[in-house]
């Protein structure tokens, strides 16, 4: 069974490393010896292993009848899109690790896959190494899901675990992150929350079977957040986090990326440092977590293989997905309700009167910070939220409390 790979970056040479030193594994698992026949790259790599497979031109993969796996690792919208369509037209089946694709075309894509009689995998695209999306489609499948809810990104949950433990800023952790390499050197899409809302919008349209537009979903980073902010999730025994999360409301789901505190009873509590972790609550099994590193070249990579192996096992039928086109029906933001911790400048005595009637009855927290009054409200939605904090005026920042 032969297999092509586009894209020879970080996660395509972990794919080629695994399928070339595992062979003998692989091809007890699935039946069939499998190999790598062509893999596409712009560059050369003069002296690699993957030199005599090397071709500068997809059509290569595209026309070879032989090869029937596809492994897309090539990043971005385009040409990936237009690369990994042109595969499965032909009929045959890819795997892919490229987030931004499946939160793009995902159900096009997998109708596709469906009429040819192909398979297109994406289990590295929400946890890296983590198994989630296969337990969500088969594992889980005789549970109604509940809720889904996670620490998706290893750089921001670095980032807040640094802050917490060493009592530094926001703007200096992201730099000790970069120099590390946990960080790119334009974090925008993890410390926004993007990279978090696209894998939540995946997760939920795998969950409930119909499409979330991942910019439908309230999606708030941390970049806001700020050393003081930590110091009051301290005072109440919490940790700042922030999660990708969707819960079944009715016949709806309530989605929301946003920084929240989280007390130690939840599981999520004690997830650190680049660590991530999926928490799926169905009606039957309850709680089931998922755990581990959400990235790096090895763990994603064996994420993809597994994919290949899936897809070999089932080459002329394909593997089904449950997720289409139709769009899943969203609680609009304003009516979802949380707890808030937060902060309002001047003293206590300046900010209490206030608070108390435009938010009622709270619960005051004090950090040492003798110019701030902070509180813990009971739980409203997002509209009262916001009215109530107009009606105060002297807000500085607000963090939801799971």
């Known amino acids: ?46 002296g690699d292993p993957v030199e005599p497979v090397l071709t500068h031109d997809f059509k290569e993969i595209e026309a070879d009848e032989d090869v029937q796996i596809v492994v897309e690792t090539m990043g971005g919208l385009h040409p990936a899109y237009e690369f990994v369509k042109a595969c499965l037209e032909r009929g045959k089946s890819v795997c892919t690790s490229n987030k931004a694709l499946v939160a793009d075309f995902g159900p096009e894509l997998i109708q596709l896959a469906k009429e040819r009689h192909a398979s297109f995998l994406f289990e590295a695209r929400v946890g890296g190494g983590i198994p989630i999306i296969r337990p969500l489609q088969s594992s889980l499948s005789p549970d109604e899901i509940l809720e889904i809810s996670g620490i998706l990104n290893g750089t921001t949950n670095y980032i807040l675990t640094e802050m917490r433990e060493k009592g530094a800023d926001f703007d200096s952790v992201l730099k000790d992150a970069q120099a590390l390499g946990y960080a ?30 991942f910019h439908d979903i309230y999606t708030e980073g941390i970049t806001k957040i700020t050393d003081r902010d930590i110091a009051y999730a301290n005072q109440l025994g919490g940790k700042v986090k922030i999660c990708g999360s969707s819960r079944k409301v009715g016949e709806q789901v309530s989605a929301r990326v946003a920084p929240v505190l989280i007390y130690p009873g939840n599981p999520l509590y004690s997830v650190d440092g680049v660590f991530n972790a ?45 997720w289409t086109a139709e769009k899943l029906s969203l609680v609009p933001f304003g009516e979802s309700k949380s707890r808030f911790l937060v902060r309002t400048a001047g003293a206590k005595s300046e900010n209490e009167s206030k608070v108390q009637a435009a938010f009622g ?30 009606t105060v005026g002297t807000v500085i920042n607000k963090i939801r409390i799971s």
């Open 1 to 46: 069974m032969n297999v092509g790979i586009l894209g020879y970056g970080t996660v395509g040479s972990g794919v080629f490393d695994i399928l070339r030193e595992n062979k003998e594994v692989i091809a007890e698992r699935i039946g069939e010896e499998i190999s790598v026949k062509r893999v596409l790259d712009l560059r050369d790599f003069p």
């Open 184 to 213: 790119e050197a334009d974090p925008t899409a993890d410390v926004e929350g993007h990279d978090a809302c696209r894998k939540i919008a995946i997760l939920t349209s795998l969950a409930y079977g119909k499409n979330v537009d």
């Open 278 to 322: 999926i928490l799926v609550k169905g009606n039957m099994v309850g709680d089931v977590m998922f755990y581990g590193q959400g990235a790096g070249k090895l763990a994603t990579a064996s994420a993809v293989v597994s994919d290949v192996i899936e897809a070999g096992k089932n080459i002329g039928t394909g593997v089904p997905v449950q």
């Open 361 to 390: 009855d709270v619960e005051a927290v004090d950090a040492g910070f003798a110019e701030e009054y902070a509180f813990v409200t009971g739980e409203m939605t997002e509209a009262a939220y916001e009215e109530a904090a107009r």
